[in-house]
């Protein structure tokens, strides 16, 4: 059984910026499709974003560019870099990874921006 493994969450004042990290709990475990979703509180999960093992990216058209979302294929790591973020950026956000016939989540980290 593989974990997704989160980091990089935290407090941030509204217009900063923050990293988000996620990697598997196993070594060459490696997924065809990692991105990032994030839920509100009283509010449904949605995409920020994702990316495929060959590096095609999808963007939430709320984060589009201001998110960036990249990919370590070595480590098989996915990245977020999140700038220039809003009040309503606020959420845990939790990381994805898809292979056929599996899909993992990681336990969430929490993105606060204050205005």
């Known amino acids: 059984q593989v974990q997704l493994v989160e980091s990089g969450g935290g407090l941030v004042q509204a217009g900063g910026s923050l990293r988000l990290s996620c990697a598997p709990s196993r070594s060459r475990f490696s997924f065809l499709l990692m991105g990032w979703y994030r839920q509100a509180l009283g509010k449904q999960r949605e995409l920020v974003a994702t990316?495929?093992?060959?590096?095609?990216?999808n963007y939430a058209a709320s984060v589009k560019g201001r998110f960036t979302i990249s990919r370590d294929s070595a480590e098989n790591t996915v990245f977020l870099q999140m700038n220039s973020l809003k009040p309503e950026d606020t959420a845990v956000y939790y990381c994805?990874?898809?292979?056929?016939?599996?899909?993992?989540w990681g336990q969430g980290t929490q993105v606060t921006v204050s205005s």
């Open positions: 990316i495929t093992s060959g590096g095609s990216t």
């Open positions: 994805n990874g898809r292979n056929v016939g599996n899909n993992y």
